[in-house]
C-alpha cells in the first residue's frame, strides 16, 4: 500500500468519523428529543415573583407563570417540573441545560447574543393606578395630582418624563413605601409595574383601585437556547391556542386582575 493510499485511506476514516460525531452532536442537541425522552420540562422561574409565581399554601408554586409553563407541558405531553432561578443565574442554566426554558424573560438585543426568544406571551408594563373615583385618562390628567413612585427605577423616568410640571411626583426608596403612600391616601395615585399593581388591586376592595393607562409596555418571554426551532415552534404554537381559546386571559383575570390586552403582547 502507498503512502499516498493510505493517507487517502485516513482522511476518508477521519471524515466518516467526523460525519458521524457531527450526526451524534445534533440528535443530542435536539431540545424535543430530550424534553420527550426523559417525560420532564424543567423550566427556570423566579419563586418570590407574584403573581407571576409564588408558594401557595400547600407550598406549591402558582401563578401566571405557572399557568403557562404547565400549559407548555401538557402540550408536550410530558410532566412540568418548575426550577427556582434568580437574576444572576437564570442565563447560566439555560446555556448549560439545567433548564430548557425560561420563564418572565424580557427583550433585549444584548441576551438576543445569547438566547433565543418564543412569542410573548405575559402582558408586563407601567401604569398609573388610582382609585375608580378619581377621572384619569392621560398623562394631561396627571396634572395637579400627587403621585407616588419608586425613586430611581423604570416607572420614574417614565413617569418624569410623562407628567406635567404640576404634578406633585413624590418619590419613595422601596415598592412597599409607594404602595402604602397611595393606600393611606398620602398621594392620589401611584405609578408601578403591573406586577406590583395586581397585588394591588387585589387586596384594596375598599378604595376599588384601577389601572388608568400605561405609560410603558414591555412584554415578557419565554426564552430558549439557540437553534432549537423545533422547541420554539412548539412553544409559540401553545401560547397560540392559549390566547384562541381564551385560557391565558383566564390567567390574566386570575392572577393580573384584569383582562389580557393582545396590545400588551407586542414590543
Not at 68 to 93: C, E, F, H, M, W
Not at 124 to 140: E, T
Amino acid at each position: 500500500m502507498t503512502f499516498n493510499t493510505t493517507l487517502k485511506s485516513s482522511i476518508a476514516a477521519l471524515l466518516l468519523l467526523s460525519g458521524a460525531t457531527i450526526g451524534m452532536t445534533a440528535a443530542h442537541a435536539d431540545a424535543i428529543d430530550d424534553i420527550t425522552k426523559a417525560g420532564v420540562l424543567n423550566v427556570g422561574v423566579f419563586a418570590d415573583f407574584p403573581p407571576f409565581s409564588s408558594a401557595s399554601a400547600d407550598m406549591t408554586l402558582k401563578g401566571y407563570d405557572i399557568d403557562v409553563a404547565q400549559a407548555l407541558a401538557d402540550a408536550l405531553k410530558v410532566k412540568l417540573k418548575t426550577v427556582s432561578v434568580t437574576g444572576q443565574n437564570r442565563i447560566p442554566y439555560l446555556t448549560e441545560h439545567r433548564v430548557d426554558l425560561l420563564m418572565s424573560v424580557g427583550y433585549s438585543k444584548e441576551r438576543e447574543q445569547v438566547l433565543d426568544f418564543a412569542a410573548p406571551y405575559a402582558p408586563y408594563y407601567i401604569a398609573v393606578i388610582g382609585p375608580k373615583a378619581l377621572d384619569i385618562k392621560n398623562k394631561d390628567d396627571l396634572a395637579g395630582k400627587s403621585i407616588a413612585v419608586n425613586r430611581g427605577t423604570l416607572e420614574d423616568t417614565s413617569l418624569t418624563a410623562a407628567a406635567p410640571a404640576s404634578a406633585d411626583v413624590k418619590r419613595f426608596d422601596n415598592y412597599n413605601a409607594v404602595i402604602q403612600a397611595f393606600i393611606s391616601g398620602q398621594t392620589q395615585l401611584m405609578v408601578v409595574g403591573n406586577d406590583v399593581g395586581a397585588q394591588v388591586l387585589a387586596r384594596q376592595e375598599a378604595l376599588a383601585p384601577e389601572q388608568k393607562f400605561q405609560l410603558l409596555t414591555s412584554p415578557s418571554h419565554i426564552a430558549l437556547n439557540k437553534k432549537e426551532d423545533r422547541l420554539k415552534q412548539a412553544i409559540n404554537d401553545a401560547v397560540a391556542k392559549m390566547l384562541a381559546d381564551g385560557s391565558l386571559n383566564k390567567s390574566s383575570e386570575a392572577w393580573l386582575k384584569t383582562p389580557l390586552n393582545p396590545a400588551n403582547l407586542k414590543d
